[in-house]
């Protein structure tokens, strides 16, 4: 149920050789803490700095040498643990990519490369109880302090790496925009900035939510008292942070996209030996036409989504990535996420309905994974 490498549409040896490197380091990384990490809500700090000593932390987020960072997102998919490359794309793709593309040098040097080191962890504070997947209804507002800086207040949900990070890529109301009668402008996202905010800013409150899945992904309501931020650390453009998001949600759905595409080969890879090895009065399961046919569906979505999301990086290694191509990716591969991890599931029967199980796990996760980045009813209007 392999597919091939992101670089083309057959295999090269460097592209193997790349994709088992990352393979192998996940596998001594990742899965013997996985579970632990899972009890704990959140990754031990140690694991950011090993992750960042073989460079996975680093890896690019543009051009040609991205089609490295889609094998690594690929395969932080295929360790089967949704809540660690949640943690991971958030950290490593989704919220530092506002920093790469539009961080002042001073930014880049405070924030990324320290991110990039392990050393400072970073989480995306975008979503809240009113804005969602209609982000005009924002409610977390800056108004000026006395010292030339802003001071932030309102509530931030579903942060993933919450807890444990070190600054906050926040989205805040800046302007309150009217029209030229003073009446009070058509809803729209207008007068938003993106803000660095220091998670040890006082007035910066966190609580841990708790989810269905992605149970080490850290998933915390975050809280702004008048918390102080200097005006140095507004990120890109002030007040129009509108043509940021744009172009940092597509990546964030190209990297959901092929994070849930791993997930997919892991369940896959999970099904096929579950179904040969169980056997009800001595036939195994994969002796049944049903269990087969329902097998080779999935399998074949697979190979034509993990083709298409191979298509979407090469698009975006070469800076020709567009937006409805990000976004069928991220909707395609995660119902298939969805309906794997169903199948899944029911063939394992009652086994797979312990809390405990993998089977349990992957069906708990694939249900965020239709939500986070947006939700695939959004997704089908904007395509």
Request: glycine share 10%.
């Amino acid at each position: 149920m392999t597919g091939t490498t992101p670089h083309s549409t057959s295999h090269t040896t460097t592209d193997d050789t790349f994709r088992q490197r990352i393979r192998t380091l996940l596998g001594d990384l990742v899965l013997p803490h996985a579970d632990d990490w899972e009890a704990r809500g959140h990754l031990a700090p140690a694991a950011w700095k090993a992750l960042a000593g073989e460079g996975l932390l680093g890896l690019a987020h543009r051009g040609e040498a991205f089609l490295e960072s889609a094998v690594l997102l690929e395969e932080l998919g295929r360790t089967g643990y949704a809540g660690v490359r949640a943690s991971v794309g958030v950290h490593a793709y989704m919220a530092t990519s506002y920093l790469d593309l539009f961080g002042t040098p001073e930014q880049r040097a405070a924030y990324l490369e320290p991110a990039r080191r392990g050393e400072r962890l970073a989480a995306l504070a975008i979503t809240e109880a009113e804005a969602g997947s209609d982000l005009s209804r924002l409610g977390t507002r800056a108004r000026p302090a006395a010292d030339g800086g802003l001071l932030v207040s309102g509530e931030k949900l579903y942060v993933a790496n919450g807890s444990q990070a070190s600054f906050f890529v926040t989205l805040v109301k800046t302007r309150d925009a009217t029209t030229r009668d003073g009446a009070a402008p058509a809803r729209g996202l207008t007068g938003v900035s993106l803000l660095l905010i220091d998670a040890d800013t006082p007035g910066v409150h966190r609580t841990e939510q708790k989810m269905l899945g992605w149970r080490s992904a850290d998933v915390c309501r975050v809280v702004f008292e008048d918390v102080a931020v200097p005006e140095d650390r507004i990120l890109g453009r002030r007040d129009l942070a509108l043509i940021h998001l744009i172009q940092g949600l597509d990546f964030e759905r190209l990297v959901a996209g092929l994070l849930a595409l791993g997930g997919v080969t892991h369940c896959l890879e999970l099904l096929d030996a579950h179904v040969r090895r169980r056997r009800i009065k001595d036939t195994p399961l994969y002796a049944h036409q049903a269990v087969r046919h329902q097998l080779a569906e999935l399998t074949a979505d697979h190979e034509l989504v993990t083709q298409y999301g191979r298509h979407a990086a090469r698009l975006h290694s070469l800076g020709k990535l567009d937006s409805r191509t990000a976004t069928v990716l991220k909707l395609k591969a995660t119902e298939l996420a969805v309906r794997a991890a169903h199948v899944c599931l029911q063939f394992h029967g009652a086994q797979g309905c312990l809390d405990e199980s993998t089977a349990a796990r992957l069906y708990r996760d694939s249900a965020a994974g239709t939500i986070a980045a947006g939700a695939s009813e959004l997704l089908r209007d904007l395509i």
